[in-house]
C-alpha cells in the first residue's frame, strides 16, 4: 500500500509523503532493487516517468554518485532495458484496452487506457479512446473532459474534435431526457 502512495505522491507532489514513504522505504530494503509496479519501475525511475525533480533529489540519497556528476538528466536514471519494460508494457496495455472495446468490456478499457496514460500523460490517442469508452457507457461529463483534453493536445485533429461532438450530444440527449422527465411528472 504505501509503495502506491509513493507513486501517487511523485505523480503529484505531495512532497511530504515522498519524504516519509521514502524513509521507510530505505529502512525496508535498498530502494534500488525493489520492483513495485506492474511495469517493474522503482520509485525512481516512477519519478523520473513523471518528470518530478524534487522527487528525484529525495530517493537519490542512496544513488549519490549520480547527483556528482555536473550533466546528469532525468534519461540517465533509466536503464535501456528498463526503457523497452516502459515501451513494452504500454504497447501491451494499449492492446489489452483496444480488445476489451472491440469487446464492448467499457469498463475494462477504461482503466487499461487509464493506466497507460500513467506512463504517456499527454497522449491524444489514449484520450480519445477513453472518451469513446466514456459515450459507450453513457457518462457524458467524463467523456467530455476527455475529450475536451485532447483537443486542447492535438487542436488540428478531426477525430479529436468528434469525440468533443459524441460527448456533447451525449450531455444534450441525457439533458433533454431529464426535462422530459420532469415534465411529464408534472401531468
Known sequence: MALHVLYASA?????????????????????????????GLRPIEYAALVNNVEAIYILLHARPW??????????DIFSVEVKQRIDLHIRKLKQ???????ERDYSTAIALYTEAMVYIPRDEKLLANRGLCWVCMGEASFALQDAMGCVH??????????????AWHLQVQK?????????????
Open 11 to 39: 505523480q503529484y507532489d505531495e512532497l511530504l509523503e515522498v519524504v516519509q514513504i521514502a524513509k521507510r522505504l530505505s529502512q525496508i530494503a535498498n530502494a534500488e532493487g525493489l520492483q513495485v509496479n506492474s511495469c
Open 96 to 102: 489489452n484496452a483496444d480488445d476489451s472495446w472491440a
Open 66 to 75: 549520480i547527483l556528482a556528476a555536473p550533466d546528469w538528466r532525468f534519461a
Open 175 to 187: 439533458r433533454v431526457m431529464l426535462v422530459h422527465v420532469s415534465f411529464r411528472s408534472l401531468n
Open 153 to 166: 493536445l492535438k487542436p488540428d485533429w478531426a477525430k479529436a474534435h468528434l469525440r468533443e461532438a459524441a
